[in-house]
């Protein structure tokens, strides 16, 4: 079964700051993954989808990338602002099946 | 901007109660899930649906869980009569292709079980 792993589970991180949030997954035949961020309380929001063929994806201050190889993604933010804290949730999709299994998330914090 | 609409917010009920869950899927998408999310868990799968039938389910999508496409709008999962380790935030979901591409998540429902 496939496992999701997502490190560190929190980041306080000031304001400006680039940052990494890190996600590894046990099996390697996966046919995409797909970046969240989830408000408190609230629903998932899309953020990036990078297939399994491809190395990464940007959109905005967002670049996600993808080693399947070595079961890794992740997603680096910059110039991170107030408004970018919520929890970050990875979901990988396996080759056989169209159902995510999702990582615990990381909570970020930004600091003004 | 197209989005996934799910109704009520928040529901509370009481154990042994049917409870039904409603979704409003992104208008042109063809596959739909539910997933849900227990307070200080991971997001789960429970159930995809496509062409009126089920596809994939999860082993917690069991015989009190149903869903349905009652019209050519609306998404709903029936929990039949509710436990109290049913309450969890429920998300639906919906995708235009099979697996390629992205996977659009609505707000979600928190259900409470008393």
């Known amino acids: 079964k496939q496992e999701v792993t997502q490190i560190p589970a929190a980041l306080s991180v000031p304001e400006g700051e680039n940052l990494v949030l890190n996600c590894s997954f046990t099996?390697?035949?996966?046919?995409?993954l797909q970046w969240f961020r989830q408000d408190p309380g609230k629903g998932l929001t899309s953020l990036l989808l990078i297939q399994s063929s491809q190395r990464e994806q940007t959109s905005g201050r967002l670049n996600a990338s993808l080693d399947k190889s070595s079961g890794r993604s992740t997603l680096y933010i910059a110039a991170s602002q107030p408004g970018d804290s919520a929890t970050y949730l990875c979901?990988?999709?396996?080759?056989?099946?169209?159902?995510?299994?999702f990582g615990s998330g990381t909570k970020l914090n930004v600091k003004p | 901007e197209p989005e996934v609409t799910q109704t009520p917010s928040h529901q509370v009920t009481q154990m042994g109660q049917e409870v039904i869950l409603r979704c409003v899927p992104i208008?042109?998408?063809?596959?739909f899930y539910w997933y849900r999310q227990i307070l200080g868990q991971k997001v789960e799968f429970l159930v995809s649906?496509?062409?009126?039938?089920?596809?994939?389910k999860s082993e917690i999508f069991d015989d009190q869980f149903s869903v349905e496409r009652p019209d050519g709008s609306n998404f709903t999962l029936k929990i039949r009569s509710t436990k109290l380790e049913d309450s969890a935030m429920y998300f639906c979901?919906?995708?235009?292709?099979?697996?390629?591409?992205?996977?659009?998540f609505g707000q979600g429902t928190r259900l409470t079980v008393v």
């Open positions: 208008s042109n998408h063809l596959y």
């Open positions: 099996d390697s035949a996966i046919y995409n």
């Open positions: 979901a990988v999709k396996g080759d056989n099946f169209n159902k995510f299994y």
């Open positions: 979901a919906s995708s235009e292709q099979y697996r390629a591409t992205e996977a659009f």
């Open positions: 649906f496509y062409n009126n039938e089920i596809s994939e």
